[in-house]
């Protein structure tokens, strides 16, 4: 388990007795590339298997957690391309994706070597909420780099115990 799932389950321990909880890898079965056909056919058809998989659940929760490391000061691939798929299932017919979304609470557990370097993805993910009309409910940022290293980031850590609580 890497530094940011780390610091992402202390913080989901301190959820209430009986708070559901679907922790779903992106990296285990990545998505197809997006396809952008916006100008072209101007619709999409309802996604299948993994991406159908990843729609059901982002419209089941109420809140929807990104946990992910500082890659180049931005998102993993893997979620990237997962948010891209929103460009998409927002041109679904019937599937109301936007309107759906704005029902949600947005999060973001992030790390990297240096809070900073953070910023151009934290900054994207509250234009995402933005966009949506979500709002971004909180951001968890810890000191990660080697293995374990959030693990001796004590604000980090002490932010983790209570990040899902009310504000």
């Known amino acids: 388990m890497g530094n940011t799932e780390w610091l992402a389950r202390q913080a989901a321990a301190r959820l209430p007795a009986g708070a559901t909880q679907t922790w779903l890898r992106l ?6 590339p997006f396809v952008d056909l916006r100008h072209t056919a101007g619709s999409y058809p309802m996604p299948e298997g993994r ?4 729609l059901d659940a982002t419209l089941a ?5 990104l946990v992910a490391p500082v890659y180049w000061y931005s998102f993993p691939s893997t979620l990237k391309t997962y948010l891209d798929h929103w460009s998409a299932w927002m041109r679904v017919p019937g599937l109301d994706f936007k309107a ?3 029902t949600k609470r947005l999060w973001l557990v992030t790390t990297s070597g240096e809070r900073r370097k953070a ?11 933005d966009f949506l009309s979500m709002p971004l409910a909180g951001v968890l940022w810890g000191k990660g780099g080697p293995p374990d290293a959030v693990q001796a980031d004590e604000t980090a850590v002490a932010g983790a115990a ?3 609580q009310p504000r």
């Open 27 to 32: 990296a285990d079965e990545p998505l197809p």
């Open 119 to 129: 910023q151009p993805l934290i900054d994207s993910t509250q234009l995402c909420a």
């Open 51 to 54: 991406a159908r998989q990843l």
């Open 162 to 164: 209570t990040f899902f």
């Open 100 to 102: 759906q979304m704005a």
């Open 61 to 65: 929760c109420t809140d929807l957690v």
